[in-house]
């Protein structure tokens, strides 16, 4: 059985390799906005169908967003951001899960090359993801409550403790990267070795509560990786000096 | 012993001992959570954000040793 930790590469775009990844988040990103322009089109004031089904979905997540951050305004910046990472990362560990993806390839060199593999069981992608939220959160807070105040938060030389502690939350901040990513990664590539075993030692019926863990797996780690970023974000835009106590 | 069984070694012994500390603390995190909302049920909404979030974190922990030991299986 051949299980390759790093995403294959299938072709090349100038001097960028494409990997089978990188194929899979292409055709997810293509499936989300090729339904968000169907179920937009016609807009009803009351929802029917499509329409319907993303407004509840829609409606969950401001829920999740406004539990958090509890001031509208605020909710309206931040929420098209934290949707779309839910969305990218819940489309891409689903369609990771559909039979063809991870079987269908072609034989190179004796080994086997699939075509198509989970966008997030690339590092890469999450590492992306990753990259743009923390830099996401920087930039908010950075706005929100200006660049003195915010880098105040980190290097500070009021006393020799808050200065060691700025240094601790600079290092925090850094480790994001490496936990968002690992987090995602790891759970999705995890998964995909999961019911490759399984599917290999028990054929047609062993892999199906798998899926069922899979499928929850997938909802999970969206909505886990939406909401730390959502509570990084805020925690960043709190200034110290109001925060209640 | 030849590398390929220290390798085999490694593998396990990294995600078996990297999964003990994970598993326990979301046991507790799911425990104190659980009896939280058991003393007021109203509030097991907010409850329940929070500790999935703690649940996450902890979850983490063990991925980061299940990564190790993938890396260690199958990166030559």
């Known amino acids: 059985m051949e299980i390759s930790l790093a995403a294959e590469k299938i072709g090349h775009l100038g001097p960028m390799p494409i990997t089978n990844s990188l194929l899979t988040s292409w055709i997810a990103t293509i499936f989300l906005v090729v339904i968000g322009i169907i179920s937009t089109r016609n807009l009803a004031m009351i929802p029917k169908g499509i329409q319907n089904f993303f407004e509840m979905i829609v409606e969950f997540l401001l829920k999740t967003v406004d539990d958090v951050i509890q001031d509208e305004e605020k909710t309206k910046k931040y929420f098209p951001l934290l949707a779309t990472i839910f969305l990218f990362i819940i489309a891409n560990n689903w369609l990771g899960l559909l039979p063809g993806v991870g079987t269908i390839g072609i034989h190179e060199h004796g080994k086997f090359i699939p075509l198509l593999r989970a966008g997030n069981a690339d590092l890469n992608t999450t590492l992306a993801l990753a990259v743009v939220a923390v830099v996401s959160i920087q930039i908010f807070g950075i706005l929100a409550i200006g660049f003195a105040k915010y880098s105040g938060k980190f290097i500070n030389f009021k006393n020799p403790i808050s200065f060691f502690v700025g240094i601790l939350e600079l290092i925090s901040e850094l480790s994001r990267l490496v936990s968002f990513s690992f987090r995602l990664f790891g759970n999705i590539f995890a998964g995909e070795v999961l019911l490759a075993v399984i599917a290999y030692l028990l054929p047609f019926l062993g892999p199906l509560p798998f899926y069922a863990l899979e499928i929850f797996v997938g909802f999970i780690q969206a909505l886990v990786f939406t909401m730390l970023t959502l509570v990084f974000i805020k925690m960043a835009i709190t200034d110290h000096a109001t925060e209640s106590h | ?76």
């Open chain 2, 1 to 76: 012993m030849n590398p390929e069984s220290i390798g085999s070694l490694a593998t396990a012994a990294a995600i078996a001992l990297g999964a003990i500390a994970p598993a326990i603390a979301i046991g507790m995190i799911g425990a104190k959570g659980v009896e939280a909302i058991g003393r007021n049920p109203e509030a097991a909404g907010k409850i329940q954000g929070p500790m999935i979030l703690a649940i996450a974190f902890a979850e983490a922990i063990a991925i980061y040793a299940l990564v190790i030991a993938l890396i260690i299986k199958f990166v030559q």
